[in-house]
């Protein structure tokens, strides 16, 4: 007789989502309230909370669903406020769940005020009223958090951070034990504002957490997102944030899981919850639990809305106002938008985006990095007539910079290579304040015939994850020439794979071969012959074979 298939209904809540900015776990564990988990780390810039929570929460970018920080600049007045759900542009998970019927409780989440979607929804604001009505936190619990020769200063935000968490898993207690529990739960964990030592934050929210998770219906999948501090050093602050599944079916405890994209998130939540996943939502492609399958026929996203705003001249009004307070705040706020934005716009290489935010930069605040990001999105968009003035304009506001004079190299590298070799010589790439600047200096110095230099800033390039694929290119090739094909499969990374681009798919091949790995060349030459037939490059090195 064979086995009636599953047809038990889906918990209650289907899943809960909760986002934080500080480190809420101590280190990776592998059980959390008797329930197995597994972690990975998100491959990704460092974000305010706003954007964090909403780019988990929608499953695209802060370049796409627009909130990005706590308060924006209105354009009826020019005042700043909070953010609003009305400034997002893409849907979250609860505005399909609200169209299945489905009801979500978001729990000081930003940017859910007035939501109509979320009717339910305990706002931060709402959250700010209720820290201040509590009782007191009894003194040995902030003894208990604060090292003990902790700064006098840091124990009203102690106090303050243990009152938010409190706040927070109140509400979702009060929620899940409710006659009618949500049948989804999102919630914002939020850090302490002063610099209070991670270790000492951890073992409080963990407590909280895991009192919550036991709550739960044992087949409810939890998923958090999360500081990461497990390590040190570059490659670890292009990496801040992990991720932690607990529970869900068939999961697979695992330690870490390298290059996640939080944007799959999004995804993960809807599929968990039975949700239709709208096309731009990232599907999550997880090995470590089997996730519902999505559907065939994924909706369009509903509410999806292009920036109505005019920022150069918002811009223009902001820098045009009197010199008061109002001013400042105003351009502080518009300052550190584009900042995030240009951050994620640079570890996305969406060269046009960055362009139009690092314009928008140099007239803000014209620092160096805002003119250096000028001059290199102008570059790699290959607008050689625009270069010159975006140089110029660098070299006015900051001469005197080794920054500067990488990017007066790019305008005499191709007339006088010889020349910019004096020019490069006294610039030490350990040294140069802006990282992604080393990918240009490496390149140039391979140019001036610097080979050195030039291997070391693009090796230091690669590493703190500013490299774009020029710059591994490049460096591959100059070190395949060199004899080194294995450093030079290291420095090609990812390109070149399955219907990579071509050039440097040919360039893999020459690796390949070069490894002598003859099986995987003639897979890789047969699967360019198939975009290319013509390819004569590849038909000669294969017949070399």
């Known amino acids: 007789m064979t086995s009636s298939p599953d047809i038990s209904p889906p918990p209650t809540p289907r899943v809960v989502l909760i986002v934080s900015n500080a480190a809420v776990l101590i280190g990776d564990p592998e059980m959390l309230s008797g329930r197995p988990c597994s972690h990975g780390i ?27 920080t706590s308060n924006v600049v209105h354009q009826a ?46 706002s931060p604001a709402t959250i700010n009223t209720l820290v201040r009505e509590a009782d007191a936190i009894a003194p040995d619990r902030i003894t208990d958090l604060l090292q003990p020769n902790a700064d006098e200063e840091l124990r009203q935000p102690a106090e303050h951070f243990l009152s938010r968490l409190d706040v927070a898993f109140a509400a979702a207690h009060a929620a899940i034990s409710a006659a009618s529990p949500p049948d989804l739960l999102a919630l914002v964990l939020r850090g302490s504002n002063k610099p209070i030592p991670d270790a000492a934050l951890s073992p409080p929210m963990q407590a909280a ?48 899981t390298p290059g996640l994209a939080i944007q799959a998130v999004g995804g993960a939540v809807r599929l968990f919850a039975e949700l239709p996943c709208p096309h731009g939502a990232t599907i999550p492609d997880w090995k470590f639990v089997k996730l519902p399958e999505p559907d065939a026929n994924r909706p369009l996203p509903q509410g999806i809305s292009e920036s109505q705003t005019d920022w150069e001249a918002l811009i223009d009004r902001v820098l045009a106002m009197p010199k008061t307070p109002a001013r400042a705040k105003a351009a502080r706020c518009l300052t550190y938008r584009f900042s995030v934005l240009a951050s994620i716009a640079l570890f996305r290489q969406r060269w046009d985006e960055l362009g139009s935010l690092a314009g928008w930069l140099v007239n803000l605040r014209g620092d160096l990095v805002d003119h250096w990001l000028n001059v290199y999105a102008t ?3 290959g607008e050689s007539e625009a270069l010159p003035a975006a140089v110029n304009a660098m070299m006015r506001a900051h001469p005197n910079q080794h920054v500067t004079t990488i990017a007066n190299c790019l305008l005499q590298a191709k007339d ?15 040294e140069l304040p802006i990282s992604s600047a080393l990918g240009t200096l490496g390149r140039l110095c391979l140019l001036a015939e610097l080979p050195e230099a030039g291997v ?3 090796h ?73 037939p013509a390819e004569s490059t590849v038909l000669q090195l294969m017949k070399r074979t």
């Open 209 to 256: 957490l895991e009192s919550f998770i036991s709550s739960l219906p044992s087949n409810t999948p939890v998923l958090i997102v999360r500081r990461w501090v497990g390590g040190v050093g570059e490659a670890d602050r292009r990496m801040p944030y992990a991720f932690t599944l607990v529970g869900g079916p068939q999961i697979e405890v695992r330690k870490k």
């Open 456 to 458: 070391d800033a693009l």
């Open 77 to 122: 007045d020019l005042t700043t406020g909070p953010v609003s759900h009305e400034d997002r542009r893409f849907p979250a998970f609860w505005n399909d769940a609200a169209k299945v019927g489905l009801r979500t409780l978001a729990i000081d989440w930003p940017a859910t005020e007035g939501d109509p979607d979320l009717p339910d929804a305990i």
């Open 460 to 532: 230091r390039a690669i590493q703190s994850g500013t490299a774009c694929a020029v710059d591994r290119g490049i460096l591959a090739a100059h070190l395949l020439k060199q004899g080194e094909p294995e450093a030079a499969r290291h420095a090609l990374g990812p390109l070149g794979g399955p219907n990579g681009v071509k050039q440097w798919c040919i360039l893999r091949l020459r690796i390949l071969l070069a490894l002598d790995h003859h099986d995987a060349a003639v897979k890789l030459a047969e699967s360019i012959l198939d975009r290319y």
């Open 416 to 430: 006088a290579s010889g020349e910019i070799r004096s020019m490069l010589e006294p610039i030490n790439a350990a």
């Open 379 to 381: 570059n790699r968009r």
């Open 42 to 68: 998100f491959k990704m810039p460092h974000l305010p909370l706003p954007a964090l929570a909403m780019t988990a929460a929608t499953g695209v970018d802060p370049l796409v669903h627009g909130v990005v």
